[in-house]
């Protein structure tokens, strides 16, 4: 363990003086879910919102990074509840909501660094955690946890302006099973600010 | 300077953003009414044939007045029985019927309306804990139920309509060589709880409608598919 920590510090410290440039990054977050995540909420969201702080390598196009987002998933439905292992049938609104907090380290290599369309590939890795609520009359249901997860993402940044530049971008957020809870996943498209 | 302010701008709105689209979920006291039904057995289920139901009135568990008037509730009885034998397709058995020990039937219906005031009651099928007397022929007219133990949850001034469907040869065989003065252990086949409807003009109309939808539910649980 003493080993791997030593590893890693020498490693931080190696990045941090070969660092040249850091970005601040606000992005307002859309997101499609999918699989199971599809399955208990299908509608597309457009609550979200992200932070991100990335170091960029001199030498090298690649930069670290480190974030903080947050979506919202939001479905109201009237199906009917049938468990014969349960045995119970119900009939009413369900209001289900599900709320996702990627916590990410980052890594993404820049393709045309200096210019005005820069392109990049990346990979987040990190925990996300999730609050999924179904309000149904009077009773909530509520399941949460912290996932271990992984976002692979594309996207591009744009020089616009001299004080901020704009980024889109492409995620494929994908929290893995974890205890009870069924894995999630959602595409995430991010609009955002880059300073 | 100017871009630290922009960033605090931008951060502040999109989080304003965000908090003032964040989904309020129930907009009305009807977006709470619900129907709900629990079942103890499916082959139960098929099996049952015929039924009984206390028709003189409903009983009341109540620490306010948002209960069904006499009149009311004779109109909601009159219902439940005409779809025992539309929805459910059960045959009936009368009162002389079963006084005289002529016919005996497979389920013993009451129902019970429930208005409580920010308390919580408790519903536990398939075992109940049994009413003081249950109406049934030697076990006393029916009382106020009881509710005790195991799953629990609450209401609120809104109220609950029950249907207990008292399964006769289990609760019979339960309860043999009981004394007098103890409570006998009611079976039920199935329960159905109507949530929200009471106090809310104590509707006849809406009451009648969630009657019809947890019979329904009764013949989807028969299925016994999802």
Redesign the interface.
């Known amino acids: 363990m003493k080993k791997y920590i030593i590893t890693l510090l020498l490693g931080l410290t190696g990045f941090y003086a070969s660092a040249q440039q850091s970005d601040?990054i606000?992005t307002?977050q859309m997101a499609l879910p999918l699989g199971n995540t599809s399955d208990y909420i299908s509608t597309f969201s457009?609550?979200?919102?992200g932070?991100e702080w990335k170091k960029h390598l001199l030498t090298t196009p690649v930069s670290f990074g480190f974030s903080v987002n947050?979506n919202?998933l939001?479905q109201k439905v009237d199906d009917?509840y049938?468990?014969?292992e349960?045995?119970?049938?119900?009939?009413?609104?369900q209001?289900r909501?599900h709320n996702t907090v990627p916590i990410l380290l980052h890594a993404n290599y820049y393709f045309n660094e200096d210019g005005i369309v820069n392109p990049f590939v990346g990979v987040g890795l990190g925990t996300y955690y999730i609050n999924q609520r179904t309000?149904?009359?009077?009773?909530a249901f509520i399941e949460q946890n912290w996932h271990f997860g992984v976002a692979p993402e594309v996207g591009v940044v744009a020089d616009v302006s001299s004080?901020?530049n704009m980024l889109f971008t492409i995620r494929y957020n994908h929290a893995f099973k974890a205890g009870n809870a069924t894995d999630h996943s959602y595409l995430g498209f991010n609009v955002g600010?880059v300073? | 300077m100017k871009t630290l302010f922009l960033k605090a701008f931008m951060l502040s709105s999109l989080i304003a953003l965000l908090q003032s689209c964040y989904p309020g979920g129930a907009e009305y006291t009807s977006d709470l009414d619900i129907a709900i039904s629990r079942y103890d057995s499916v082959e139960s289920l098929r099996a049952y044939r015929t039924y009984y139901l206390v028709e003189d009135s409903i009983a009341v568990t109540s620490n306010t007045k948002d209960t069904l008037t006499l009149v009311q509730q004779l109109a909601v009885l009159a219902n439940v029985d005409t779809q025992l034998q539309g929805i459910l397709e059960l045959e009936k058995v009368t009162k002389s019927e079963l006084e005289s020990g002529t016919k005996v039937p497979d389920l013993f219906i009451q129902l019970s309306q429930i208005a409580v005031q920010q308390s919580g009651f408790v519903w536990q099928p398939p075992y109940y804990p049994g009413y003081p007397g249950w109406g049934y022929p030697g076990w006393g007219y029916p009382g106020y139920p009881w509710y005790g133990g195991g799953y629990s949850y609450y209401s609120y001034s809104n109220g609950t309509i029950l249907l207990d469907f008292i399964d006769v040869e289990q609760t019979t065989k339960e309860n043999e060589g009981i004394g007098n003065d103890e409570v006998p252990v009611l079976i039920l086949g199935w329960q159905g709880a109507l949530n929200g409807v009471l106090s809310r003009a104590n509707s006849v109309p809406l009451i009648n409608e969630g009657v019809d939808v947890l019979f329904d539910q009764y013949n989807t649980a028969k299925a016994g598919t999802e």
């Open positions: 601040f606000l307002y457009g609550r979200g919102v932070l947050w919202v939001y009917r049938n468990s014969p349960e045995g119970i049938v119900a009939d009413g609104k209001y909501y309000s149904f009359g009077q009773w004080s901020f600010f300073f």
